[in-house]
T-cell receptor, first 113, second 113 residues
């Protein structure tokens, strides 16, 4: 079964700072990769995903993530965060053709105005 | 457009009591349906998924069961709740392919006392 690692569960940073959240997974085959975000009081929603093609994926609200197959990683980045980016971010992985999503433990990100 | 509903939003139940949480999806047919449990600092854990009426796959052995009596209805149940069943329960759906986004409901917060 796949497992997903997210480090630094709590991240606090100031507006305009850059953000990078790490995601590593353990599965040797073809994978689909997702970042979900949960804003305070809102549903969990998709930020971006990768399943084929360009390994650099752009999502909503200026976020991007890069799939590095050799490192089993799918790190999320945003060059300049805003207060509205305060949320919990989850990395998720499933194997090609398999709907079972494995989630990481999440990163609680707090952006200070 | 598609909508996913969950109820109740919050539930406080005594240990040993039964449980029934309901999830319904509108605006799509024959969705894949999922039940997750989210615990603070532990990410989301897939509990059950269903690819059609009456078809349930259980991911982890536990005190819970799931049923899908109608195409767009997914129910999470227990005959006797345990303290460890407390948590935030999320329902999700997608069209069935692994690379597809899963869309999440608002969740039910369950507290077992």
């Amino acid at each position: 079964a796949q497992s997903v690692s997210q480090h630094n569960h709590h991240v606090i940073l100031s507006e305009a700072a850059s953000l990078e959240l790490g995601c590593n997974y353990s599965y040797g085959g073809t994978v689909n990769l997702f970042w979900y975000v949960q804003y305070p009081g809102q549903h969990l929603q998709l930020l971006l995903k990768y399943f084929s093609g360009d390994p650099l994926v752009k999502g909503i609200k200026g976020f991007e993530a890069e799939f590095i197959k050799s490192k089993f990683s799918f790190n999320l980045r945003k060059p300049s965060v805003q207060w509205s980016d305060t949320a919990e971010y989850f990395c998720a992985v499933n194997a090609y053709g398999n709907n079972r999503l494995a989630f990481g433990k999440g990163n609680q990100v707090v952006v200070i105005p | 457009s598609q909508t996913i509903h969950q109820w109740p939003a919050t539930l406080v139940q005594p240990v040993g009591s039964p449980l029934s949480l309901e999830c319904t999806v509108e605006g799509t047919s024959n969705p894949n349906l999922y039940w997750y449990r989210q615990a603070a600092g532990r990410g989301l854990q897939l509990l059950f998924y269903s690819v059609g009426i009456g078809q349930i796959s259980s991911e982890v052995p536990q005190n819970l069961s799931a049923s899908r009596p109608q195409d767009r209805q997914f129910i999470l149940s227990s005959k006797k709740l345990l303290l460890s069943d407390s948590g935030f329960y999320l329902c999700a759906w997608n069209g069935g392919r692994a690379e597809e986004t899963q869309y999440f409901g608002p969740g039910t917060r369950l507290l077992v006392l």
